[in-house]
């Protein structure tokens, strides 16, 4: 069903702007009609022609995580409830206060209502839904457990949201300092050492290599800055999107797992999600095997979430979980020896959520491990930097309150 954005007067003369669900532009009026209100301006905001697709249609705003956490534990309560899926969108678009998302929920409904599979028609908006919402969708309307899906969705939107305020409340400080040492230096590159390599020429004597270094960089900023932000902008956007490509995916995911304190960090997170969500959906009923899809689909990790492909693979012939995960060398011991323990006595779901709290816990310690230590690795930097860059100076001014002095 299209919406409207609409201005209309009230009838004590005030203007009031806001959106409207209606059939048609005509129905719109009626319905604003009724409440009182001429309407002067009505702009037609959803829209079904394919080039428009999986774009928000207006301009401006946003959607947050937060928002679509909120949205996806209100549906999983909803289809948990048995009410039909369109019903439930509708409720939805109803009381979603975010015109962006609003106008985005109506899209889904429409593409719903029309006879398109709920991933599908999200998937239609990439913006707002990313692709691990989308495949999680997909295997829970293929396995009929839709309302796990979505709730398990809704824990780790909000799991992101925790990480995400505990990671920015850390690095507000470091922040501040790198861009207040960044445009301190900025401002001796193109203001201070100019006018002091001038002074420094004057005198026709030769200068330590490191006043000569930071002259060059002085010379190179204020004559090729443009280089250097276009470079950087060229590139930045290159990687990101080699990174988000099908071929430069898995290489990256892959890298990351390598890289020294990180690579253990992204593997617990990655642990966490499979076994919280193996231990949610095999203690709710659902079977094995499917469990495995969606959890699959959940690490976000190219080569863990191959590993648990081939271990779905061989579990369909009858082999154990935990052997073919041990095979494939990407998970834990601990987490290998538990799954074997539950395995054996028939309580997996519970060794699974023990593997999640206990790895979440670590996780949790890492990251503030982490954060506490950047404050002082940062303080160390940028006084190194400024250090350099004070001595530079200073050296030659010495010579030449050397030479003054005789």
């Avoid at 230096?185 to 100019?194: E, G, K, Q, R, S």
């Avoid at 004597?205 to 800055?225: A, E, L, V, Y």
Wanted: proline share 5%.
């Amino acid at each position: 069903m299209p919406i409207y954005d609409y201005k209309a007067y009230s009838r004590d003369s005030k203007l009031q702007r806001g959106i409207i669900e209606a059939e048609t532009n005509k129905a719109a009026r009626a319905k604003l009609k009724k409440q009182g209100l001429m309407v002067s301006e009505m702009t037609e905001k959803s829209t079904s022609r394919p080039s428009n697709r999986g774009q928000i249609p207006f301009f401006g705003g946003r959607v947050s995580v937060a928002e679509v956490s909120m949205l996806t534990r209100q549906l999983a309560s909803l289809v948990k409830a048995n009410i039909p899926l369109v019903e439930c969108l509708t409720a939805l678009v109803d009381q979603t206060e975010n015109e962006k998302l609003k106008v985005t929920l109506s899209q889904v409904r429409q593409d719903v209502n029309e006879g398109s599979s709920l991933a599908k028609a999200c998937g239609s908006h990439p913006k707002v839904f990313d692709n691990i919402f989308v495949n999680m969708i997909e295997a829970g309307e293929s396995s009929g457990t839709l309302g796990l899906v979505l709730l398990k969705l809704a824990d780790l939107k909000e799991a992101q949201m925790r990480l995400r305020s505990k990671v920015r409340g850390a690095m507000t400080y470091p922040v501040l300092m790198l861009t207040v040492g960044v445009g301190l230096m900025l401002v001796i590159f193109t203001a201070v050492i100019p006018k002091l390599a001038k002074v420094f020429e004057s005198m026709n004597k030769p200068m330590p290599p490191m006043t000569r270094m930071m002259i060059s960089i002085s010379d190179f900023i204020m004559n090729w800055w443009f280089l250097v932000f276009g470079f950087c902008f060229v590139a930045g956007s290159m990687f990101l999107k080699y990174i988000a490509s099908p071929k430069g995916r898995p290489k990256w995911d892959s890298f990351k797992l390598k890289v020294p304190i990180v690579g253990p960090l992204v593997r617990m997170i990655a642990v966490t999600r499979f076994a919280g969500t193996m231990s949610t959906l095999l203690g709710s009923g659902v079977p094995i095997l499917t469990s495995m899809l969606i959890s699959k689909n959940l690490v976000d990790n190219v080569p863990i979430a191959i590993a648990i492909g081939n271990a779905r693979e061989n579990i369909t012939e009858g082999q154990s979980i935990a052997e073919p995960l041990r095979r494939s060398g990407e998970f834990p011991p601990m987490m290998l020896h538990m799954i074997s323990i539950g395995e054996k006595t028939g309580e997996l779901p519970d060794m699974l959520r023990n593997v999640s709290v206990t790895y979440e816990d670590q996780v949790n310690s890492k990251i503030e491990a982490m954060t506490s230590l950047l404050e002082p690795i940062m303080i160390v930097a940028m006084g190194l930097m400024v250090g350099v860059i004070v001595i530079s100076v200073l050296l030659p001014l010495m010579d030449m309150t050397n030479l003054s002095e005789h």
